[in-house]
């Protein structure tokens, strides 16, 4: 692995989140707020050690190993959170660096999760940067699972490979760079349609375009304390539901769409099982709050159908302190936190693809007992699933689980309640945000210790990451030449 490349391809990263730093640094200078410096400091930092860093491993265009593949995808997020972390530090919004890098990783990974204890109480630019993170790190979540990871041979999106056709190899475009194109594209569309609902619906400017990158990011950073349920509007809950199913659906799916290929779209079989699981979901809950609560029919099917679209896009806003609901459905909402999106969408989780065929194998392996004789195959959109593929998602899953248990034994270690302790790991590996316990969706995770929040933090980006790309790096096999 040429480390000189390596160096070269995260200096851009740096000069990116530096650039990108001007948004919130305009917003500073229009609200005259004394923030203002400190990402201006953060923006010249970054741009300098880019550019620094740019200029001295400069050399000729050649292909990307696959080596150096896992590392700049691995490390990128890393060094670009810990960059985006400056504002946060040279502000004086938080008193120690883990609770900035902390802040960071949560927004570029699209988690959602914060350690601030009065959201209201910061500045425009500050709360504009938190989104812009998600923003941001929700498009680069996109290009990573259909561009890169397929190209690695990890990640969900390699389904849409050679072995099954798909919209990634037959209906986009061949070279990264005109995909990227295309789903920049799409994103900006779906996310400038959400702005003018929201402000049609008697949202702030501001508030509209923070909760517009937030939820085409699935990353559920509000600009309010509860969260959307602050706004008290049936319509604003509404169109932040239909944002967030768009956004945790596949965006290769998308493009099909807005082309006029709709009758294929829907014959996906992960887009059906993905709004099978929420329609199934949300009737469970519908039909728990309807008797366990005092809401009556039209606030518990809307109750019911935000939160579990929030919780299972892993954006992870809150309608209503789900905390207060029966165990039921806090038990339910506890499961849906490890399904996730789809592949190929800016959601996280274990994804619907994986699920989805993880039960296909179940059932066949029951099949087979009956029929020991009888050959059967597990098959996505009528294509033929090699066992590569099935053997891949089966070990994504055991090491999903097991860095699941480990890392909830170690928070239970440093003094929380084992629902808090769970929940908050499932929360930050699935990327979702709120869990419950002392995390709950009105609570929030400054009083966790440093080491917990160390932990949870390695267990965003592992999750965002998809595991494998992560730990492929702690290898020893991965350094030899």
Not at 51 to 80: C, D, M, Q, S
Not at 205 to 210: E, H
Not at 259 to 268: E, H, V, Y
């Amino acid at each position: 692995m040429q480390f000189r490349f390596l160096f070269h391809a995260l200096s851009l990263l740096i000069l990116i989140t530096g650039i990108s730093m001007a948004l919130p640094l305009l917003a500073a200078f229009i609200y005259g707020e004394a923030d203002g410096k400190a990402f201006l400091i953060s923006l010249v930092i970054s741009l300098v050690t880019g550019g620094l860093i740019y200029f001295f491993t400069r050399e000729p265009n050649r292909e990307i190993t696959h080596k150096e593949g896992f590392a700049i995808v691995g490390l990128g997020w890393i060094v670009v959170a810990l960059f985006g972390s400056l504002p946060y530090v040279f502000s004086g919004v938080f008193n120690s660096f883990t609770d900035a890098y902390f802040e960071a990783v949560s927004g570029f990974t699209t988690t959602g999760s914060t350690v601030l204890t009065s959201i209201e109480s910061m500045s425009h630019s500050i709360l504009l940067w938190r989104s812009f993170t998600q923003w941001f790190g929700g498009m680069g979540i996109i290009l990573l699972s259909i561009a890169i990871l397929p190209l690695l041979g990890v990640g969900g999106m390699q389904l849409y490979k050679a072995e099954v056709p798909g919209p990634a190899t037959d209906k986009l475009k061949p070279r990264i760079g005109e995909t990227a194109k295309l789903l920049w594209k799409v994103y900006l569309l779906f996310t400038f349609i959400e702005f003018i609902l929201l402000r049609a619906g008697g949202m702030s400017f501001y508030d509209a375009i923070c909760h517009s990158f937030t939820t085409m990011a699935t990353g559920g950073f509000s600009t309010k304390n509860v969260s959307v349920e602050s706004f008290g509007s049936a319509y604003i809950e509404v169109v932040i539901t239909i944002f967030m199913l768009l956004a945790g659906a596949n965006f290769a799916l998308h493009y099909q769409m807005l082309t006029g290929r709709l009758k294929a779209s829907l014959k996906d079989n992960e887009l059906r099982f993905y709004l099978a699981v929420i329609a199934i979901s949300t009737f469970f809950i519908f039909i728990n709050l309807s008797s366990t609560t005092d809401y009556g029919l039209w606030k518990s099917l809307r109750l019911s159908t935000f939160q579990v679209v929030s919780i299972i896009t892993t954006t992870g806003y809150s309608s209503a302190d789900f905390e207060q609901w029966s165990e039921f459905a806090k038990y339910f909402i506890f499961i849906l936190m490890f399904v996730g999106g789809c592949a190929g969408s800016t959601g996280g989780g274990m994804k619907m693809l994986r699920i989805f065929l993880l039960l296909k194998q179940g059932y066949r392996e029951l099949y087979r007992l009956i029929h020991p004789h009888a050959v059967v195959h597990v098959k996505f959109n009528n294509q033929k699933v090699s066992s590569d593929i099935m053997d891949s998602i089966w070990g994504f899953f055991s090491l999903y689980m097991f860095l699941f248990v480990i890392a909830a034994l170690i928070m239970s270690l440093l003094g929380m309640d084992m629902i808090s302790a769970v929940t908050s790991v499932a929360t930050s590996m699935g990327n979702v945000g709120p869990g419950l316990g002392t995390v709950g969706p009105y609570d929030n995770f400054s009083h966790l210790p440093t080491t917990g929040k160390w932990v949870l933090t390695s267990c965003m980006i592992l999750g965002r990451l998809e595991i494998y790309t992560l730990l492929v790096l702690f290898l020893p096999e991965y350094w030899e030449k």
